[in-house]
């Protein structure tokens, strides 16, 4: 079932392969860093803040001992460790049982932020960043196209799917929690199995710092999304709990599916550092299917969740989604989020000059030195600010490269826009450089 294709997922599949998108990804993944620990030296947190109440972070100088060895860029990378269930969700023959897939999709986009409580580095304007896995058989690419505000915009692109938008956040320390609300509107397009394409659209949740004073600090997720499905009419709403005191409620999720007509058709929810399940709707249930889900072990997985009706176990739980394990690393990152930075032998001549795996400050942060990260960080922050000058002078504005602006024709939402030019010139200028150095 995993290898069957139809006509459209084909298509899109050769013309990724044809773009040479995958060309220096033999290898697999790095599985770890040159450290084995970070050491880096424990501040407080409140010790540093209390300074900087109201203040955005883009207004905030840390320490380089409060930054991880990832960008921005790379966190939204991370968005791709459960692709899978973008795939799973394109095999599904029912419309409102794919949304429960693309829900737990949107929702496993957070459980990387575990333990996380450190600042990504800024991208440089034009900066990039590239991953392909052709194990999992999907590219993705994003570029810096604003410096102030920060603006990401990205894409990923696969046989059965395409998932696009802008990685913009207001920021905000306000005295107790430091808060990041997402901006931007990110684009689903699915081919499902059973022809055709659909378009689902999101917004992001609120991420928070909390535990600042107390001086145990941890990010909390909390909010409503609500995931459209455009071309159908099915609705999901996803609400994420705000943690509560002493943490309780913390992590938990839980939404509906409710089709065209409004009638609810699937519940879905769980927990976004842990698991998520899926189950039929029923009236009298609501939200203890996250109660049912906190004892995970109590609930099998069914393989085929649209037969459950005809099995003795009636409307029972499957499970959607699961956390891969979480084995301890430097700067706390999750095994996908290791292989980001990795520059595999193969890989050097085909990344482009901008792309983040080049950063000298990035590269000295993973190995362990961070004042040489320091001052290469401030040295390229300089760098980008005489730039900057310099075009104020010229009276020119910085044109990003691979996106364009545009009005999406269905939602009406401004987003950014693939030039479709990134893989090819890639490829071309791959080549050069390879063969210059034959
Ligand atoms: C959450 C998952 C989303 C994309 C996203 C955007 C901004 C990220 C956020 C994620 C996680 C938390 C984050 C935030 C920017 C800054 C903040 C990394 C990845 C950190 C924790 C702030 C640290 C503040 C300090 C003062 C140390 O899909």
Known sequence: EKESFNELQLKKRDEIINDGSFLGYE???????????????????????KSMIGKDMTKMTLPVSFNEC???????????????????????KDSCLRMIYVAAFAASEYSSTINRVAKPFNPLLG???????????????????????????????????????????????NG????????????LNIRPITGGQELYTWKKVTSSVVGIITGSPVVDNYGEMIIRNHTTGDVCKLKYKQRGWLGSSAYEVFGTVVDKSGKPRWSVGGRWNDKIFGRKYQTDIGDSLIMLSKDSNSVGQSENPLNVSTSPSLNAPFLVWENHPRPSAPFNLTPFA????????????????????????QRAMEDGQYDFAAKEKNRLE?????????????????QPRWFRKAKHAVTGDEYWQFTGEYWRMREKLGRKSIDSKK
């Open 176 to 187: 107790r929690s430091f808060d990041i609300n997402p901006l931007g509107t990110w684009f």
């Open 382 to 398: 300089e760098k980008q600010r005489a730039r900057r000058r310099e075009r104020e002078v010229e009276g020119s504005v910085h």
């Open 338 to 361: 290791i292989t980001l930075n990795a520059i595999p032998a193969k890989l050097g001549g085909w990344l482009p000059p901008t792309d983040t795996r080049l950063r000298p400050d």
């Open 127 to 173: 900066e990039t960043y590239e991953y392909c896995r052709p194990d999992k058989g999907y590219r993705f690419v994003v570029e810096q196209v604003s410096h102030h505000p920060p603006i990401g915009a990205a894409l990923a692109e696969s046989a059965r799917w395409d998932y696009w938008g802008e990685s913009a956040v207001k920021s905000k320390f």
């Open 70 to 92: 990832t960008s921005l860029l790379q966190r939204v990378a991370e968005d791709m460790e459960y692709t899978d269930l973008l795939d799973q969700a394109a095999l599904k």
């Open 27 to 49: 290898d697999p993944p790095r599985m770890r860093l040159k450290l084995d620990e970070d050491d880096r030296p424990k501040i407080s947190l409140w010790a540093i803040l």
